[in-house]
């Protein structure tokens, strides 16, 4: 029986099925102070998903009893691996349980931009009725630009395709194979991307390769028109991490009519501050990360996360172990 933390929340699924395999498990949230002095050397694996920061000092806190970090999800930028790593201590997460509600909610955000469907909404409630105001443009014959071709940009390029839009991807580590595969034109650098693309996806981690790819210059680039001429505008979506697009330089191009829409998920400081100025600017909309917030992808996460946690503790192989290249 091992002792288990969840300081961020669990389905009760997943919960129940740590409990059933015989481990104890504590719901419970921490300060940042408690976290600092200590709080989980009692406890042998803690699931987390991404408000509790386990910083290289809080790792250090922990002692030599912790053997496990779960990440339910797929990011694990709250986590010092390296600290993790040094440690022993094992980090694994969730890869493949929130890809569908992330590839509808990317959809979801390119509809709505390009059909001004935010912007028609807030209209309304305002007694507006702006028709002529709000011609929008079709997915279909336009090249959509993904940066990352992971599980989930994959499924949104499969979706894309299937809308008539030409897929284009920036990621220098892919296999040239699996771009061909999926009829998707692969780029050797990211600024071809943009020249190519009236609208970009992001999917990729944050690192400081990728802080701000998506910046002011890069955004200079889009064509605005279609392969066919077709005037559409460029826009942007971010469902992956907040900071890989700069929001100063998006909210400069969206003032000087260079991109037409934005909407972001993520944000480089979240919560978002209300004074953020994308939030006043008519052409922008936003989620508050929610692209694992659908019941489905809870309830997967959970359960993928509590399985492979136990997994780990039993000693047996886990595919999602995010940290094995650093263990020394």
């Given at each position: 029986m091992a002792k288990i933390v969840v300081t961020d929340g669990m389905s009760n699924d997943a919960v129940n099925l740590l409990k059933k395999n015989g481990?104890?498990?504590?719901?419970?949230?921490?300060?940042?102070?408690e976290l600092l002095n200590g709080c989980l050397s009692k406890f042998d694996a803690i699931i987390v998903r991404s408000a509790t920061k386990l910083t290289k000092e809080v790792i250090e806190s922990t002692g030599s009893k912790l053997k496990v970090i779960g990440r339910a999800g797929v990011g694990v930028d709250n986590i010092d691996l390296d600290a993790a790593s040094n440690a022993k201590?094992?980090?694994?997460?969730?890869?493949l349980a929130s890809t569908q509600s992330v590839v509808e909610l990317t959809i979801a955000h390119l509809l709505s931009s390009i059909r001004h469907l935010s912007k028609s909404d807030r209209g309304l409630r305002l007694g507006k009725w702006e028709k002529k105001a709000m011609v929008g443009t079709e997915l279909s014959g336009k090249s959509l630009g993904l940066i990352g071709f992971g599980r989930i940009a994959q499924g949104v390029g499969?979706?894309?395709?299937?809308?008539?839009?030409?897929?284009?991807?920036?990621?220098?580590?892919?296999?040239?194979?699996?771009?061909?595969?999926?009829?998707?034109?692969l780029h050797k650098d990211v600024d071809t991307l943009f020249k190519s693309c009236t609208h970009i996806s992001v999917h990729c981690n944050l690192t400081d390769e990728t802080h701000h790819l998506v910046n002011y210059e890069r955004m200079k680039l889009m064509p605005g028109k279609s392969r066919l001429g077709l005037k559409c505008g460029n826009h942007i979506v971010n469902c992956a991490r907040g900071g890989i697009v700069d929001e100063e330089g998006l909210f400069q191009a969206l003032e000087e009519g260079i991109i037409s829409s934005a909407a972001l998920d993520v944000f480089e400081q979240e919560p978002v501050d209300s004074e953020n100025k994308l939030l006043s600017h008519p052409d922008f909309h936003g989620t508050p990360h929610i692209g694992a917030a659908t019941i489905e992808a809870q309830s997967r996460v959970g359960l993928d996360i509590a399985k492979n946690v136990m997994d780990s503790l039993a000693g047996k192989t886990v595919k999602a172990i995010v940290n094995s290249h650093l263990m020394k």
């Open positions: 481990h104890e498990v504590t719901l419970q949230s921490f300060s940042k102070d201590i094992t980090v694994v997460n969730a890869p499969m979706v894309a395709q299937a809308m008539g839009m030409e897929v284009h991807t920036y990621d220098p580590y892919l296999p040239p194979k699996v771009a061909k595969n999926q009829s998707t034109r």
